[in-house]
């Protein structure tokens, strides 16, 4: 039996992965929960799974985590406060099944240095395909990773053409259903973009050896190209109740937890270049990604407000990656990397992004 400590239970990735764990009573039980303000949607889940500890926002989640017996933390909080919550989990010997990518790319080596080896378990899905594709070799036989995207909603416009587009265009996924910011994310590629930084953490494979293909069926989740010229890639329906699962019990399979895919009926998968004039986010990710430091943790903070700033209508969708662009220009990253440094940079990062913002 897996204890499971849930932390964003009442969000897209929270509410998957109890339907997970309902399904499968012998294997999973909860023993935590956390979300950030919806407090009567968590007491209804609290009461529904038979659960004495609940925790609201961050710190009080960290607390969760390093108070209550559990084997696995699924970190399903949106943003870089997931950070917290990321750090109390490694540091109190869990596996972190992580779907909170923000706190492994504003956390980044900081993180990575208190993991143990195996100990952080990707639950997003270009990871989770990445992780079991790696089964199929040894790290050095690795010649490079590729992350599928699905292009998003704007796939295929020039970037003349995205200057108009509205939140609710933003948040129509062509093949995902998923929270509000990852969904604008994935509209700006800024998704694929923090992917690579989460890939390169995880994975330890260098920049210039993470591509990005846009596939917009999202059946493939994303492939390893091995130095034999063999690529193993991971293939399903798109449904984060399969990688939420191996993140609950890696490296075992929950049976029936995904549709098989029908190989019955014709269907195409397709690839293609990313337009990176009309979608540059993934290049000024690896930008950030190599410059290191507190760049990725300043990268994030500017799109998080940009994000809020676009849905509340004070920016248009362009204005994303220029604002994000413009603070990452600004900034200067000096010294060692603490938590108290990333506090300050990010800080001043959504200061610089909230005046870019009120100026435009
Ligand atoms: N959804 C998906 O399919 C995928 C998501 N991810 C990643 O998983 C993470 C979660 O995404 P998703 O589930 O879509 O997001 P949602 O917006 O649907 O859910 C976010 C969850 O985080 C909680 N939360 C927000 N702020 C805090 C806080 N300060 N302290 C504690 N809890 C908080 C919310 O609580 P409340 O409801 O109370 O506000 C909610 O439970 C993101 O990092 C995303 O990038 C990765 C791959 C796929
Ligand atoms: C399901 C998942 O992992 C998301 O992060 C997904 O990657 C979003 O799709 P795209 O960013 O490829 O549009
Ligand atoms: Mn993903």
Do not use: C
Request: hydrophobic residues 45%; glycine residues 8%.
């Amino acid at each position: 039996m897996r204890r499971v400590i849930l932390l964003g239970s009442t969000g897209s990735i929270g509410t998957q992965a109890l339907e997970v764990i309902r399904a499968n009573p012998e294997r999973f039980e909860v023993v935590g929960l956390a979300a950030g303000r919806d407090r009567e949607g968590l007491a209804a889940q609290a009461e529904l799974f038979g659960v004495d500890d609940t925790a609201i926002g961050a710190v009080d989640a960290e607390r969760l985590v390093r108070s209550v017996d559990a084997d696995v933390v699924l970190n399903g909080i949106t943003g870089s406060v997931g950070l917290g919550p990321t750090i109390a989990a490694l540091e109190s010997g869990r596996t972190l099944a992580l779907a909170n990518k923000e706190s492994l790319i504003v956390g980044g080596d900081l993180v990575t240095a208190i993991a143990r080896p195996g100990q952080i378990v990707p639950v997003d899905s270009e990871h989770s395909a990445i992780a079991q594709a790696l089964l199929s070799g040894t790290p050095s036989e690795v010649r490079r990773l590729v992350l599928t995207a699905s292009g998003g909603p704007f796939r295929g416009r020039q970037r003349a053409a995205l200057a108009d587009v509205s939140p609710a265009e933003a948040l129509a996924h062509p093949t995902w259903d998923m929270g509000r910011v990852v969904t604008t994310n994935s509209a700006t590629l800024v998704n694929k973009g923090l992917e690579v930084i989460e890939a390169h953490h995880l994975f330890d494979v260098p920049y210039e050896r993470i591509d990005v293909v846009v596939h917009p069926q999202s059946i493939v989740h994303s492939m390893v190209e091995f130095v034999d010229g063999s690529s193993i890639l991971q293939a399903s329906p798109p449904d984060m109740r399969l990688p939420i699962s191996l993140g609950l019990d890696w490296p075992h399979r929950v049976a029936g937890v995904g549709r098989p895919l029908d190989w019955t009926t014709a269907s195409t998968w397709t690839f293609e270049p990313l337009d990176t004039d009309a979608f540059p986010a993934v290049e000024l990710a690896k930008t950030v990604g190599r410059a290191g430091g507190t760049f990725p943790a300043v990268f994030n903070a500017a799109n998080e407000e940009a994000v809020e700033a676009f849905h509340d209508g004070a920016i248009g969708y362009l204005d994303i990656m220029e604002t994000i662009r413009r603070v990452v220009d600004r900034h200067a990253s000096e010294g060692e990397l603490t938590r108290e440094a990333l506090a300050e940079a990010e800080r001043w990062a959504r200061e610089a992004a909230r005046t870019l913002i009120a100026a435009t």
